[in-house]
């Protein structure tokens, strides 16, 4: 994608950027959804004393 000035873009091309934009945050904010959520996971498993079998 050509780098210009916002302003000299036309609505077409801001919604485009927008929508790359967009895309890219969305797979961020996924990617690091589930990396927290693994963390979580480690951390919730360490706070539990371990199973034992009587």
Known sequence: MERKPFESMSVEELWRLHTVVNDILAAR???KKEELER????????????????
């Open 29 to 31: 904010l996924v990617a």
């Open 39 to 54: 963390r979580l996971g480690l951390l919730n498993r360490e706070d539990k004393p371990p199973h034992r079998h009587a």
